[in-house]
């Protein structure tokens, strides 16, 4: 046991050592329709010329695992290379029903719920694989949903450095301070993703989260 | 037809496995019940929870909706929460309360640090079922 022990304990210090340096990860996380997608097509689109993936106002409408890779962020002197995971927003719930209302067809719903769950389970899954993650919260919700709490809590307890970002800022309903409230413990920062407000901000919260 | 809440006891999931208690608690939920379990499950149990909870969601179970109401933030003498992680250890983690429902009764739960209301689906009206307060800080 003790030999296992320290087995992985020197696997897991070079896997650091060297997938933080060669390979960073830096996933997008959050619930459904947060922005998430919009932010990676921003963050891509800045530092690539081209987006990630398709947007929605329905829920549920990235339903896979996407990958960016060899995106370098430069700020002054500084460089920051990584990889971006785009992951579908975590639910508890999913109703097929709530996609025909939205005027899906029953076949079509079905679909989309089928792929939505696979989704999830996929995003829970890919947490392990992450070395930083961006926790994208929609500032016009509740923040105190137990999605975010346990997605912010598996992450803490993963000991992954998260970057907490309240999108839809350009919204009057807008609420950045019940973030705030709800998660003191993190140094937050406001965005619009769709309209680019304030992402000068974030990315140099970025750099400071990867050391 | 009437709501039904089961109170589960930690007794009843502290000796359980991981997938045992999401297991047990799931059963119930399924049965179009929900669940008051005393205290609460681990952050990984919780991931699972959902990932289970997605894998077996069809057209009769659309899933669940959680909260968990947990006086952590409410304490911040340094000596009382590593007493209160020294409890935990050998008790388990009795403190606070987990609601867990069918996504197909419970429509939402709202939570903010002082209360947490539950909401039912109801075909005519949505009505606000139940709203507590928070387990006081015992530590």
Redesign the interface.
């Known amino acids: 046991m003790m030999i296992n022990f320290v087995k992985n304990f020197i696997r897991n210090a070079f896997k650091d050592l060297f997938s933080k340096r060669k390979d960073l990860k830096i996933g997008i996380y959050g619930p459904p329709n947060g922005g998430k997608t919009t932010l990676a097509n921003r963050i891509c689109m800045d530092w690539l010329g081209e987006e990630m993936g398709s947007v929605s106002n329905i829920e549920h409408e990235t339903r896979e695992i996407q990958i960016k890779e060899k995106i370098t962020v430069k700020k002054g002197n500084n460089e920051l290379a990584f990889s971006l995971v785009d992951t579908p927003g ?7 029903e709530d996609f025909m209302k939205k005027g899906m067809t029953e076949v079509e719903a ?1 679909q989309r ?1 089928k792929e939505a ?2 989704g ?2 996929d995003s ?2 890919w ?1 392990d694989n992450m070395n930083i993650v961006i926790v994208v919260l929609d500032s016009t919700k ?1 923040p ?4 975010n ?2 997605i912010i ?2 992450l ?2 993963r000991d992954i450095p998260v970057l907490l970002v309240a999108n839809k800022i350009d919204l009057k309903k807008s609420k950045i301070n019940s973030i705030k409230a709800a998660f003191p413990q993190y140094d937050i920062v406001g965005i619009s993703a769709k309209k680019g407000t304030n992402v000068e901000e974030f990315y140099e919260k970025l750099f400071v989260i990867a050391g | 037809m009437g709501l039904t809440l089961q109170f589960v006891p930690y007794v009843e999931i502290e000796t359980l496995s991981s997938l045992g208690r999401i297991r047990k608690l799931l059963n119930v939920v399924k049965e179009e019940k929900i669940v008051l379990l005393e205290g609460r499950l681990t952050k990984d149990e919780e991931a699972e929870l959902i990932k289970t909870t997605m894998e077996e969601i069809n057209s009769d179970f659309k899933g669940i909706e959680l909260a968990v109401i947990y006086p952590e933030g409410q304490n911040n003498d340094l000596f009382k929460k590593v007493k209160q992680q020294f409890i935990n250890m050998l008790l388990g983690d009795r403190q606070g309360l987990t609601i867990l429902g069918p996504a197909s009764v419970v429509k939402e739960i709202k939570k903010d640090p002082n209360k947490i209301q539950l909401f039912t689906t109801d075909p005519k009206s949505k009505r606000k079922s139940r709203s507590k307060e928070p387990c006081p800080t015992n530590a």
Not at chain 1, 90 to 96: H, Q
Not at chain 1, 144 to 147: N, R
């Open positions: 975590i639910a508890t719930k999913i109703d097929y079905k719920a769950t696979r999830v389970i829970i899954k947490l509740d105190y949903s137990q999605v709490i346990t809590g598996n803490a307890a």
